[in-house]
């Protein structure tokens, strides 16, 4: 594998207040090894001290469009996904509808900024051993799954009916794309994945190696910055770390 998912990055009004959230509801400690983060971000860190993080930086741009991009968090019992839901609602979460049905068994919330998440249920067999933040649900296509794929050297698990999914080798949390239709896209999107480079390539490699699979870089007005702004072939925007961290 010659590149790591860093982190899942969330534009926010208030990172602090978000990231506030995201702790309470995961367990996930602030985490100050992060020498690429934007002036004014906050960084999470899984307990383990394994995976991926999530870092929220500061944006002046509301919200206005439900996010490409959410959250599955698990749970064991129906009094576990009954717990998680209350614990989310006292961080600042809040019911919301994106067209779940009244039957649904998952419960879908918004947290303090409007970011979408769902509390899966109890016995769902496809995120069965993934772990508390079960998967990172994206909309795209099918494509853009077999890009991530071999972007990140993370086998495919699903393949079927224009739906993907894939999940490191080391276990943990899925990426999935739910196929077509595809949500309007805004201008900018409110979260982005973070790469970095494995400790034996380097970042201008792997940025050649992007652009063979089908990413080309963009400009998305960030600056004079260390890291390479890139968008896959769906169009979805993410960076390209110069370092660890």
């Known amino acids: 594998m010659a590149l790591d998912l860093h982190s899942v990055c969330f534009d926010a009004i208030d990172p602090e207040l978000v990231a506030r959230f995201w702790a309470g509801v995961l367990g996930w400690e602030p985490a100050d090894d ?64 994106i067209g779940q049905g009244p039957d649904a068994d998952h419960v879908v919330l ?13 016995g769902n067999g496809f995120l069965a051993g993934c772990g508390f933040l079960g998967a990172v649900n994206c909309d795209g296509t099918r494509e853009v799954g077999y890009f991530w794929s071999q972007a990140l050297g993370w086998p495919l698990v699903w393949d079927q009916d224009e739906e993907t999914a894939i999940q490191s080798p080391q276990g943990g949390a899925k990426i999935t794309w739910s196929g077509p ?7 900018k999107s409110r979260q982005h994945f973070d790469l970095v480079p494995a400790t034996d390539t380097d970042q201008r490699a792997e940025v050649e190696r992007l652009i063979s699979l089908g990413a080309k870089r963009i400009d998305s007005g ?24």
Request: aromatic residues 6%; contains cysteine; charged residues 25%.
């Open 222 to 245: 960030q600056g004079d910055v260390s890291w390479v702004v890139m968008a896959d072939p769906d169009g979805n925007e993410f960076c390209v770390l110069a370092t660890r961290g």
């Open 34 to 97: 992060d020498p690429e983060r934007p002036h004014g971000a906050v960084t999470l860190a899984p307990p383990a001290g394994s995976g991926f993080r999530l870092r929220f930086a500061p944006t002046r741009e509301a919200k206005s469009l439900q996010n490409r991009i959410h959250f599955d968090l698990t749970s064991e019992t129906k009094a576990e996904q009954d717990a998680t839901v209350a614990r989310a609602l006292d961080a600042g979460a809040r019911h919301i509808d």
């Open 110 to 122: 918004a947290d303090p900024e409007g970011n979408e998440f769902c509390v899966i249920e109890a």
């Open 181 to 187: 239709p595809l949500m309007p896209r805004p201008a």
